[in-house]
């Protein structure tokens, strides 16, 4: 049976990261429509291609392709109240809140989602994929790598990782998830 193999690719870099702002459904920063297409090569064979609904999402992917299938499962992190505000801003007004946030992945003083509520959506879409042999590339959110970190290395280290612009993942189902880290061929090598 062949393996599924899972790519996630962040979306590229937006003016709230730059700001250390709570994402909006804001567009990225680049001119992706002059790139479209750019990095379609980037893959062997015809992955299948996947993408978080959000703007951001959706114009990283067309980076890569252009048939694109929005997978609701892949959307950010329902941040509530604070989407949109600068984290220097929950430093001051809502320290508490904030610590809390970021202790206890119950918690949602937000009023959006908890971490362990977008832990438990990324593991169910991670099961979905379980019985689709093939590569598939999703291009999403900083939370939802996060997310599918935590579920496959069975880790409570959430808080710890980080997911810059366009970076990539991989991981691989063959009887259970796994954490793939690719090479890279050194040049003038075949």
Known sequence: MQATRLTLICHARTVAQ????????????MDWQSATGSRSA?????PRLLSAPELRAGQTAELFGETVEIVEALRDCDLGR???VRIKDLQQSEP???ERWLAEPDSAPHG???????IERVARWLTTLESTPGHVVAITHPFIIRA???????SSAFNLIDVE?????ELQFNGC???????IEPEGTL
């Open 177 to 183: 998830w796994r954490l793939r880290l690719p090479g």
């Open 165 to 169: 612009p366009l970076s990539a993942i």
């Open 18 to 29: 730059k700001l250390a702002r709570f994402p909006t459904n804001e567009p990225v920063e």
């Open 96 to 98: 508490e809140n904030l």
């Open 42 to 46: 980037q893959f062997k064979g015809s």
């Open 148 to 154: 599918a970190l935590t579920h496959v290395l069975h």
């Open 82 to 84: 604070w989407s949109g």
């Open 112 to 118: 959006g989602e908890s971490v362990t509520q977008v």
